[in-house]
């Protein structure tokens, strides 16, 4: 009886760390960029005081992959290059996540040439796909809370459970100003 009666305690307390650990998970991402073209400019202005990616905790880029959970690839990757994206990418540490920013980086873009490779999720698995060329920092940051939404709901899971990445796709952002004429 005491033994039953000591189970949903249990149960509650494994709840509630899993809730505690999950939520410090998805408020301290640590983004490694690749940024390679265009789209590099406009992942740096998310992380400027005008977007102020520190609201949600994923402000500190880190530029060696050992400290990461978080590659966004921005920009066309080149065939050449392919071998050093898998690499970082394989030396980041689990659990962790891919965020294809742009055309290019998702599917070659306007670059339709044996050089450049036609979307990186042939090559590594990719959770968010985040449109536009280039996307604006609005649409990058609704593409990092679509993984901490994911993280607070599932918890962290490795990318051999997760399989071939989650393939959210963003939905591109408006600028209310322009489309009203304003
Ligand atoms: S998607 Fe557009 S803005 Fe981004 S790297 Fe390609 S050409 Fe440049």
């Known amino acids: 009886m005491g033994l039953e009666a000591a189970l949903p305690v249990d149960s509650f307390l494994t709840t509630q760390i899993n809730k505690v650990i999950n939520w410090s998970r998805r408020s301290a991402l ?9 789209c590099g400019f406009e992942l740096m202005a998310t992380a400027t005081s005008r977007y102020d990616l520190a609201r949600f905790g994923a402000e500190v880029f880190r530029f060696s992959p050992r400290q990461a959970d978080l590659l966004i690839v921005a920009g066309r990757i080149s065939i050449k290059m392919l071998p050093v994206l898998q690499r970082i990418y394989l030396q980041m ?6 965020i294809s920013m742009g055309a290019c980086a998702s599917t070659g873009g306007v670059f339709d040439t044996y050089a450049v490779v ?12 985040v449109p536009g060329c280039p996307p604006r920092p609005e649409t990058l940051i609704e593409g990092i809370m679509s993984i901490q939404r994911i993280i ?27 489309a009203n004429g304003e």
Request: glycine letters at 12%.
């Open 152 to 178: 607070d709901r599932e918890g962290i899971k490795d990318t051999s459970e997760r399989g071939k990445g989650m393939g959210l796709v963003v939905q591109p952002t408006v600028q209310l100003g322009i």
């Open 118 to 129: 036609q979307g990186i999720d042939q090559f590594m698995p990719v959770d968010v796909y």
């Open 93 to 98: 540490t689990e659990p962790k996540w891919v």
């Open 30 to 38: 640590w983004p490694m960029p690749f940024a390679t073209a265009c």
